[in-house]
């Protein structure tokens, strides 16, 4: 499956962000889609996952104020970002695993300014 991210800028802390990332197949079939972000020099890091039973997961820096969600009918998988901070500032990817498969979008880059 080929994915799609998109809806990343430039926002001022406090500011919210929507990131969309559209899949090139049945997203319902994954065993899980998440969002991981990397900021520049650090590791990826896991931000939110939305298991096949959606069951949802988030990293501890933000709960509270994100909010990962999907669309089946659209393959679709949305990361709603509110009040956010200048450390929120990364690449957001997002990833669909099957199996043994995985799979990554490209990136998009959020800039939170302060």
């Known amino acids: 499956v080929q994915l799609q991210a998109s809806g990343g800028g430039l926002v001022q802390a406090g500011g919210s962000l929507r990131l969309s990332c559209a899949a090139s197949?049945?997203?319902?079939?994954?065993?899980?889609v998440a969002w991981y972000r990397q900021a520049p020099g650090k590791q990826r890091d896991l931000v939110a996952a939305?298991?096949?039973?959606?069951?949802?997961n988030y990293a501890d820096s933000v709960k509270g104020r994100f909010t990962i969600s999907r669309d089946n009918a659209k393959n679709t998988v949305y990361l709603q970002m509110n009040s956010l901070k200048p450390e929120d500032t990364a690449v957001y990817y997002c990833?669909?695993?099957?199996?043994?498969?995985?799979?990554w979008g490209q990136g998009t880059l959020v800039t939170v300014s302060s």
């Open positions: 990833n669909a695993v099957k199996g043994f498969d995985s799979n």
């Open positions: 197949g049945d997203i319902s079939s994954m065993n899980v």
């Open positions: 939305i298991g096949y039973n959606n069951n949802i």
